[in-house]
């Protein structure tokens, strides 16, 4: 079986362990080409584990041992590797995308992007339901679950510096026990920047800590674990609770339409402060995405004395919604017939990848 010199020359540089973006640059292929080379190395039998660092870089390891093997299909684990001096650490929260759904809104979810470039952010929790599945709330555009994951696939947005892991919850799940689409597979293939090995719970192990990523699923449950932080998604309404043990909870507020428990779609800025590798302040800031970005609140906890300090909402939370509804009624129509509203037309980001 012949191989080409470009795949030659691509596993020599991850034999001597260049980022996937320095592969991209010395091969002057797009990211989306990487990928795909890696599935076809993968058909030839060649596997590599990945490890993700903190400044959004990819590095792929050559699995060479069954044990290597076994770990990569067996653990829900993932870590995001930090650099000994890095004492602070700032990541956007975002749940309940619902891709599929009418209600979605990715121009939201392009904001965000846009506000973690601006603000040197390079990791994305997302905190389930990517996808619409094959149940829903209200209707759905796009009714195939392969075609959800397909628009996921091409239209949530890229930057070479920016990765995002989630935890896979009950709608994306439908697509499996109902159709028996994985997206895991799928993003595994297509999507390195996107980083899905679980549903229900995910495991992030960040220097001596861990955040647990969880959402409901059919039969699952919140598994107990080691994490100092737990973020849930599901319950589309942004709230805080510190436990008695000083686990932090903090439930993640849907970055969609879908606001059956909350007045408008927002995302958190939650910034870590590490000390002898252990978190032990947060800082959560509550973020619209209107004509600026908006701060409504800020909230922060210590996880090694326990307790909390809440500041004054910054905004009127209702004075937002209006905005936010005032502006999505101008760039729409209305469909007479469902007196429903309709989305403009979705930006496809794949050119960026």
Do not use: W
Not at 42 to 52: D, E, L, M, T, V
Not at 145 to 173: A, C, M, R, W
Not at 252 to 262: K, M
Not at 331 to 338: P, Y
Request: proline letters at 2%; hydrophobic letters at 30%; charged letters at 25%.
């Amino acid at each position: 079986m012949m191989m080409s010199e470009q795949t030659i020359k691509l596993i020599k540089l991850i034999n001597e362990g260049k980022t996937c973006n320095e592969i991209c640059h010395i091969l002057n292929i797009s990211n989306k080409q990487l990928y795909n080379n890696l599935t076809i190395l993968q058909n030839k039998g060649f596997h590599y584990k990945r490890k993700y660092y903190s400044n959004g870089a990819i590095v792929y390891k050559p699995i060479t041992s069954v044990m290597m093997l076994d770990n990569v299909y067996t653990s829900n684990e993932k870590s995001i590797i930090t650099s000994p001096n890095e004492l602070e650490l700032k990541v956007l929260l975002i749940s309940d995308l619902h891709y599929g759904n009418e209600f979605e809104r990715n121009d939201l979810v392009d904001r965000a992007f846009n506000y973690c470039i601006k603000n040197d952010i390079h990791i994305i929790f997302l905190c389930g339901d990517m996808i619409d599945g094959t149940s829903t709330h209200t209707e759905q555009y796009i009714s195939n679950v392969y075609e959800q994951i397909e628009h996921l696939v091409k239209d949530y947005p890229f930057d070479k510096n920016i990765l995002t892991f989630s935890v896979g919850g009950n709608h994306d799940e439908n697509g499996l026990r109902k159709s028996g689409q994985n997206i895991i597979e799928i993003l595994r293939n297509y999507r390195h920047d996107i980083i899905i090995s679980s549903y229900n719970n995910f495991f992030i192990d960040i220097k001596n800590d861990q955040i647990q990523l969880f959402h409901n699923t059919h039969k699952g449950k919140l598994i107990k674990s080691k994490s100092s932080i737990i973020l849930h998604g599901h319950r589309h309404k942004y709230s805080c609770e510190q436990e008695k043990s000083k686990i932090l909870h903090i439930y993640v507020p849907a970055l969609s339409d879908l606001n059956f428990n909350q007045p408008i779609p927002t995302a958190i800025l939650m910034t870590l402060q590490f000390d002898s590798g252990y978190i032990y302040d947060v800082n959560l800031n509550q973020i619209y995405f209107g004509d600026n970005d908006y701060i409504l609140n800020e909230v922060k906890f210590n996880l090694l004395r326990g307790g909390h300090i809440k500041t004054p909402n910054t905004l009127n939370e209702e004075k937002i919604r209006k905005e936010s509804y005032d502006d999505y009624i101008k760039k729409s129509t209305i469909d007479d017939s469902k007196k429903l509203v309709k989305k403009p037309e979705r930006l496809n980001q794949i050119e960026k990848i």
